[in-house]
Nanobody
Framework: QVQLVESGGGLVQAGGSLRLSCAASGSSFQINAMGWYRQAPGKQRELVATISRSGSTNYADPAKVRFTISRDYAKNTVYLQMNSLKPEDTAVYYC??????????WGQGTQITVSQ
């Protein structure tokens, strides 16, 4: 079993920055990919960014210029650096891990609120 613990969310003014962290722990596992998703009120959960085992990254269009995903392999941790935040970035942000067998795990989510 894998546990994902997210941290770094909170309230920030528009134009500010936040850095999310997601640490994976549990019984032995091999990570294939990790990523961040978000869900705004009344909307479906959507992709923000992913990073593969090889380090390849993929971003949704709203995140391409302002957000950066990175990974610390030794710590089994993925980060999301978010700059120039906008009110429309307000959402619950979830961490996702896919192991080499294709099984996925989700974190509990962390709230980000961007005020005007």
């Amino acid at each position: 079993q894998v546990q994902l613990v997210e941290s770094g969310g909170g309230l920030v003014q528009a134009g500010g920055s936040l850095r999310l962290s997601c640490a994976a722990s549990g019984s032995s596992f091999q990570i294939n990919a990790m990523g961040w998703y978000r869900q705004a009120p009344g909307k479906q959960r959507e992709l923000v960014a992913t990073i593969s085992r090889s380090g390849s990254t993929n971003y949704a269009d709203p995140a391409k210029v302002r957000f950066t995903i990175s990974r610390d392999y030794a710590k089994n941790t993925v980060y999301l650096q978010m700059n120039s935040l906008k009110p429309e970035d307000t959402a619950v942000y979830y961490c996702r891990l896919i192991n080499v067998r294709g099984k996925e795990y989700w974190g509990q989510g962390t709230q980000i609120t961007v005020s005007q």
